[in-house]
């Protein structure tokens, strides 16, 4: 990949290192790129009850820029009705740069509607001819869970300010709100202040509708950079594929796919 | 930067450290009015009431926060020889402020609260806030309050950000004492600001006589105001008020706006007759000899706030007069102030002396209110209001004109141009409707305008002014608040909007979220703010824990954004660029006698770190 195309990637999103706030996940990516609400997202906190074992597998092809593979995998784990926990690891890159991130919570949910999560992160950077560079990131979330159809959630990214590269480049640390409605049991509406401590907020707005049994369509819209999204989630028995869309002022569309296999 | 904890111990605990001398004075000070100790505390209490917005306090400044909120706690209205005029200067929401005026025309034999709530339907957090500034019994005792705060802060290195001692006293026969040390941010001297206050009762129920530093409010403010804040009060009836006459005894933080020296009154059944004197010295900025601006920040850290530290000194005197028959009441007040510079913005004069009248009329739910003030160089200025409440609604509309060449030192009222009062004319109106039980609605608009043009040949300035506030209560003390406020002055539009959710989780904890945005068009410039924590009260701890997250393209598109902190204390904080707060506060009402509360901040502004940790004990003597 050449480095000219590497350095508009990372321009593109405003960071050092694309580290956590690419999401990779397509059903997150559909649904506007909200990432403090969805289980596989970065928010320990969000507890899923619904399955005592989640996996979730993702893949895409950045802007399709040649080479520029991306990786995730997820595993969310229901210990009982209030421990859960999470492991995921993701790779975006090729041969010349490559970044990986493992990644371990664990979340509470404690006996008033709160439930409370925590995550270690590892996050690996290899660039060709250099030494590999390795940080710890810790973070932090909560979910309100203000009725059965409204929930809230907090969260803290990078809380500890991770540095890589010799400790001169600094992890982002970040923070989101979020805001989830469950409408009825066709619609739900999810809205997300999404905030770079050293950037200006992004507002991220997403909907998912449940148009008939097994199918799920999200659309989703994000501000500064202005980018749309949109995907189709069809269900069968215990697995899930999704695939979806998003949008780039400047650069191609990025494309992705994945699945979800859920045990109960 | 580093975290040191160890070394904050140390300063609280007043050991050996590069700080020990400014605390090693006040410790003596602290130990020695502990040992006094009989009055109710409610500091917790009024935090929680600020933050849900039953108490409003007009034109926040950070040095009047305190003073005015104590004042009405230490002092408050007995319910069975009030009338309405009193109750129309509490420092509540207008809604609850109608609902008690009109509650007081039917109910005023009432003498216990459990009738009280029962017929007047108010809810259990509106009779907290009712109870805090009314009483039944006009019972004197000896009473009195300490608070003693002290605030560190830890940027490069662990410094002093504030500390505070006062203390009030009220004896039974009806002296009212009091006195405050004070010392800001780097400030070399211990004791930086002092003053002490001596007010008595009505001796030989004629005379009041008041000693040391003392505040003089007169009519509307068009010469003498305590706060220099000269914006629109949040609270719209803010915006209408005329507090009368009155001179009453001052132990606050400002350090320049007050008066020292004495004053008496003569009062009886249908007038009063005052004087004062008081010679008392000023902060400025002074260029070649003359005044060029007056400097109420109270910082005396540079070479140049030290050399400038109560240059002025101002020998103000006056008296005045007012008469009460029935509903009307009529002030008038001459006075005179000397100056040993000359000042810039007065046409380097250095007396200025003027008359004023104002009038307070009530008839049945309206009030006529307002204010003439002439000021010696043949200028006046003045301003009239009527406003009219009842119980669902309250509506009204406001009149001033401020000629150019007005002169007025001390004066602070409703304004948009300019530092001091002059050239300006405005009318502002504002409606606020009680819709239903759970949702109110408010609007204002003011519009303004000079008189003449600023500078010759230029057009005349003028502008609008409007906004809108809507708050609808949900479910078990859960509320939704929306504002809107637009500014447009020809020269830019800047609009601001703030939205603000309270939800109760379970019972004694309630999370709470602030969003706010404002853009000013033309200059692209906008700034956003997010404020999320949680809040809790169980028995006699109460504690809240959050965070604040900022961006600011530009500093006039600064935030001011509320966070809870110390109770008593100014509790807004501005936010520029781009940056996060995390903070934490906890209190606790040790026993009847004393309120202990605590609060460690962190703040980070592109990636520049500061702590604060602060401590504030309030005792009752």
Not at chain 1, 55 to 65: A, K, M, R, V
Not at chain 1, 137 to 144: P, R
Not at chain 2, 278 to 305: L, P
Request: proline share 2%.
């Amino acid at each position: 990949m050449k480095r000219s195309l590497l350095i508009l990637l990372i321009l593109s999103f405003n960071l050092f290192g694309a580290f956590e706030l690419q999401q990779l996940n397509s059903e997150i990516i559909g649904n506007g790129g909200i990432c403090s609400l969805h289980p596989f997202g970065n928010n320990p906190a969000v507890f899923s009850t619904d399955h005592k074992i989640s996996f979730t597998s993702n893949y895409t092809n950045l802007f399709g820029i040649k080479d520029l593979h991306c990786w995730d995998f997820g595993m969310h784990y229901n210990l009982n009705d209030n421990n859960s926990i999470l492991i995921k690891s993701n790779s975006v890159g090729d041969k010349v740069y490559h970044e990986n991130t493992f990644n371990i919570g664990y979340s509470w949910r404690l006996n008033i509607p709160v439930s409370i999560g925590i995550s270690l992160s590892y996050y690996n950077l290899s660039v060709e001819k250099f030494e590999t560079e390795n940080s710890f990131g810790l973070s932090a979330g909560i979910c309100y869970f203000l009725n059965e159809q409204v929930t809230m959630s907090t969260l803290f990214g990078n809380v500890n300010r991770p540095k890589i590269c010799k400790n001169e480049e600094l992890l982002p640390e970040y923070f989101a709100f979020g805001v989830k409605w469950q409408i009825n049991r066709f619609f739900e509406l999810n809205s997300e202040l999404f905030k770079d401590t050293l950037y200006p907020f992004n507002s991220r707005f997403g909907t998912k509708v449940n148009l008939y049994r097994n199918i799920q369509f999200f659309t989703g819209i994000q501000t500064n950079p202005d980018r749309f999204s949109g995907g189709v989630a069809i269900q069968m028995f215990n697995i899930k594929f999704i695939s979806s869309l998003q949008t780039h002022l400047k650069l191609p569309h990025t494309y992705y796919i994945g699945c979800q296999f859920y045990l109960k | 930067m580093v975290f040191r904890p160890s070394e904050w111990l140390k300063l609280l605990s007043f050991q050996n450290t590069p700080f020990q001398r400014p605390f090693d004075h006040l410790k003596g000070v602290v130990g020695i009015i502990i040992l006094f100790c009989n009055m109710n505390l409610s500091a917790i209490n009024i935090n929680q009431l600020i933050e849900d917005g039953y108490i409003v306090i007009n034109n926040e400044n950070e040095q009047e926060y305190e003073e005015i909120l104590t004042n009405f706690v230490d002092n408050p209205i007995v319910w069975t020889v009030t009338n309405s005029s009193q109750l129309e200067q509490l420092p509540i929401n207008d809604f609850l402020k109608n609902s008690l005026i009109h509650f007081l025309k039917s109910m005023r034999e009432i003498s216990d609260w459990e009738s009280f709530q029962t017929k007047s339907g108010f809810s259990e957090i509106e009779m907290e806030t009712i109870q805090l500034f009314i009483t039944f019994e006009d019972k004197k005792y000896l009473s009195g309050k300490v608070y003693n705060f002290n605030s560190l802060q830890d940027e490069d290195e662990l410094a002093i950000n504030k500390n505070l001692i006062r203390l009030k006293m009220d004896t039974p026969t009806g002296w009212n004492i009091g006195g405050i040390i004070e010392r800001d941010q780097d400030e070399i001297h211990v004791f930086d600001h002092f003053n002490f206050s001596i007010q008595s009762p009505l001796l030989f129920d004629r005379l009041k006589i008041n000693l040391g530093s003392f505040r003089f409010k007169w009519g509307t403010g068009l010469f003498f105001n305590t706060n220099p804040m000269n914006m629109i009060s949040n609270s719209g009836s803010g915006n209408f008020y005329n507090v009368g006459a009155k001179i009453q005894g001052y132990s606050g933080s400002d350090e320049n706006n007050h008066f020292l020296g004495g004053s008496i009154s003569y009062q009886s059944k249908v007038a009063s007759i005052f004087t004062f004197y008081s010679m008392n010295n000023m902060d400025c900025n002074i260029e070649d000899g003359i005044v060029t601006s007056a400097d109420y920040s109270g910082y005396h850290v540079s070479e140049n706030d030290l050399k400038n530290h109560n240059k002025l000194k101002n020998i103000s005197t006056g008296i005045g007069s007012s008469f009460h028959i029935k509903e009307l009441q009529i002030g008038m007040l001459v006075y005179n102030s000397n100056f040993n510079y000359q000042l810039e913005d007065f046409y380097r004069k250095n007396s200025l002396s003027g008359s004023s009248m104002f009038h307070n009329y009530q008839y049945r739910d309206i009030y006529f209110k307002g204010e003439i003030a002439y000021s010696f160089n043949q200028k006046y200025a003045m301003v009239q209001s009527i406003f009219y409440r009842s119980s669902r609604i309250q509506t009204g509309c406001n009149f001033r004109y401020f000629q150019p060449e007005f002169q007025s030192f001390s004066g602070s009222t409703i304004r948009h141009f300019s530092s001091s009062l002059e050239n300006e004319k405005g009318f502002y109106y504002y409606m606020g409707v009680r819709i239903n039980q759970s949702t109110k609605l408010t609007l204002f608009s003011d519009i303004y305008s000079r008189i003449i043009p600023s500078e010759k040949g230029s057009g005349i300035d003028k502008g609008t002014y409007s906004g809108i506030y809507l708050k609808r209560n949900l479910k078990s003390k859960s509320y939704l608040e929306f504002k809107l406020s637009r500014k447009n002055d020809l020269l830019s539009v800047k609009n601001s909007y703030a939205v603000k959710l309270k939800h109760r989780l379970v019972r004694n904890l309630d999370l709470i979220n602030r969003y706010y945005f404002t853009e000013i068009f033309d200059t692209n410039n906008n700034s956003q703010g997010f404020s999320s924590y949680i809040s809790s009260k169980i028995r006699e701890h109460s504690f809240s824990v959050g965070t604040t997250h900022h961006f600011s393209n530009s500093s006039t598109c600064n935030l001011y954004v509320y966070e809870p902190g110390i109770p008593l204390r100014y509790n807004m904080v501005t936010l520029s660029g781009t940056g996060r707060n995390y903070f934490t506060n906890y209190s606790c009402q040790i026993n009847k006698q004393t309120e202990i509360f605590l609060s460690v901040k962190q703040t980070s502004k592109s990636q520049q770190d500061k702590y604060f940790l602060q401590l504030q004990l309030l005792v009752a003597l």
